[in-house]
């Protein structure tokens, strides 16, 4: 019996379908993870959220622990949350530029760190196991290792999301190799290469084994052995980094593992989805300045405040908008139009419009990736941290300028006259315009990127192939310093035998 040419159709299409059904993936299936953020400003816990949003979208259920108030429309979907309100205590001592201050206050930050695992909040939470076992530990990163004991408290494998390029701690944590020869760190305000920058990694890898002891001691304390795996071993257990960073557009290029993933843009690419800013109408340029989440007006100078007015002043066909949370907002106004004074704008949403000319900022890194994402040149006034480095970095990829003195210690005429240079010189924009089209062109979005990886981990069982194997060698097998010296001990040795021999002869 012949088939029409229809049913031979009917029945191709047919085949295909089921060779392309057997093909698909499976079904995302929902996991139960929990995400610890703790002791983060509010811009690094934003980072951490966007993952977790990424997550959600995915059908997953997240247990998130944060010790800053979520608002609602942060996170939504199959979300619990625990907050445990709780700040890390200032460290009382004087902020000389003198170096050994500047650790010792940094140890007794890392020290305090251990304060949050006193709380009978942080208590009553790890004593009340969920109905469903945790599949992952997603812990917000910054210098707190001693916090994978959550991990061993609930039998489950870890990723963490740092918030910027990976520091010499993620690399240890990861057992990725270290170039510094060639890949300067984010914390090195000179942004060092060569031999002072193999110099510098020395110093840097002393007080990181410094910093290690003090939070191995605050594991051992709230994590004891045999309860729970030693410190090290728990260290050694972290099986995916995520970072918020692009490192093919922002630099530097560096070795990394299979298991070290940027995410870069994660934030930005979600806030694209918002509704546009109702702002000034016209075409009048826009001019942004904002010193970020951690600086407050509130506590500075009037004579600071007077310097930035002074300086706008002079750009009238401008509209500057100032993130200003200092006493008399409405009178700056009122005295120059121009000047739009808030509390808070929203940043993302200004810089997206098209029409701004120009953003002065403190160099965080969310800031600088926001810049970089929309291509709106820069003038940089570094305040704390990795800021100086992050725009030391920008200044000489020609993205803007950097002025060298702290903000504190500006002038209005060298405000101004920097303002100036930047808006009448078009090669700032041209260069960071065309870094913005490398720093979006990617082969999967990074909330993609973040959920398949984190999937991957839990859908075989803690990724053990992604593992580094030199992870567990110490630092003598590592470096094989072992060899080096039987190898150049035999030459000396050897050198010496034939000298007392050449002697004797």
């Given at each position: 019996m012949k088939r029409s040419p229809v049913s031979w159709s009917l029945l191709w299409m047919g085949c295909t379908g089921l060779f392309l059904l057997a093909d698909s993936p499976a079904p995302v299936k929902s996991h139960h993870i929990l995400g610890v953020f703790v002791n983060v400003h509010r811009s690094q816990l934003m980072v951490h959220l966007a993952v977790c949003r990424a997550l959600l979208q995915r059908g997953h259920h997240l247990t998130l622990v944060t010790t800053l108030p979520l608002e609602e429309q942060e996170v939504r979907g199959n979300v619990s949350h625990i907050l445990i309100p709780w700040e890390q205590p200032t460290v009382e001592g004087s902020s000389s530029s003198d170096l050994l201050l500047r650790l010792q206050r940094m140890f007794r930050r890392l020290e305090h760190s251990g304060d949050l695992l006193d709380l009978p909040e942080w208590k009553r939470f790890l004593s009340n196991p969920p109905n469903t076992p945790f599949d992952l530990l997603l812990l917000g990163y910054h210098f707190n290792?001693?916090?994978?004991?959550?991990?061993?408290?609930?039998?489950?494998?870890?990723?963490?999301?740092s918030t910027q390029q990976p520091t010499g701690f993620v690399n240890s944590l990861m057992g990725n190799p270290e170039e510094r020869s060639y890949v300067p760190q984010p914390y090195d305000g000179h942004q060092r290469s060569g031999i002072s920058a193999r110099v510098f990694g020395i110093w840097e890898k002393f007080i990181e084994i410094l910093a290690r002891r003090v939070l191995a001691r605050i594991y051992s304390l709230h994590?004891?052995?045999?309860?729970?795996p030693s410190f090290e071993t728990m260290r050694r257990s972290v099986v995916l980094a995520l970072s918020n960073h692009h490192m093919i557009s922002e630099g530097p290029i560096a070795p990394l593992l299979p298991s070290m993933v940027d995410v870069g843009g994660i934030v930005l690419e979600q806030q694209r989805k918002k509704t546009p800013l109702e702002i000034s109408a016209g075409n009048r340029s826009l001019i942004i300045f904002s010193l970020g989440t951690r600086f407050t007006w509130r506590k500075s100078t009037a004579e600071l405040v007077q310097t930035f007015t002074k300086a706008f002043s002079r750009?009238?066909?401008?509209?500057?908008?100032?993130?200003?949370?200092?006493?008399?907002?409405?009178?700056?106004?009122?005295?120059?139009?121009?000047?739009?004074?808030?509390?808070?704008?929203?940043?993302?949403?200004?810089?997206?419009?098209?029409?701004?000319?120009l953003f002065i900022t403190h160099g965080g890194k969310g800031s600088l990736s926001e810049a970089l994402f929309y291509g709106v040149?820069?003038?940089?006034?570094?305040?704390?941290?990795?800021?100086?480095?992050?725009?030391q970095r920008m200044h000489s990829k020609n993205w803007g300028?950097?002025?060298?003195?702290?903000s504190r210690n500006l002038t209005h005429?060298?405000?101004?006259?920097?303002?100036?240079?930047?808006?009448?010189?078009?090669?700032?924009?041209?260069?960071?315009?065309?870094?913005?089209?490398?720093y979006r062109d990617r082969p999967m979005n990074s909330s993609d990127l973040a959920t398949y990886w984190?999937?991957?981990?839990?859908?075989?069982?803690?990724?053990?192939?992604?593992?580094n194997p030199a992870r567990q060698l110490n630092m003598i097998e590592y470096h094989c310093i072992d060899i080096y010296l039987i190898v150049y001990g035999f030459l000396i040795l050897t050198i010496a035998i034939l000298r007392?021999?050449?002697?004797l002869l």
């Open positions: 290792d001693h916090l994978l004991g959550v991990a061993a408290h609930f039998n489950c494998p870890v990723a963490i999301v994590f004891p052995e045999p309860r729970y750009f009238p066909d401008y509209d500057i908008y100032w993130t200003y949370d200092g006493p008399n907002g409405s009178a700056i106004s009122l005295d120059y139009p121009h000047l739009k004074v808030a509390k808070w704008w929203p940043q993302s949403q200004l810089l997206q419009s098209g029409r701004t000319r040149p820069m003038l940089g006034l570094p305040l704390i941290g990795d800021q100086r480095a992050n725009l300028l950097t002025l060298s003195t702290y005429l060298e405000l101004a006259k920097a303002i100036s240079r930047m808006i009448s010189n078009s090669s700032y924009g041209e260069t960071i315009l065309k870094a913005s089209q490398m984190i999937e991957y981990i839990v859908r075989h069982k803690g990724a053990k192939n992604l593992y007392k021999v050449n002697r």
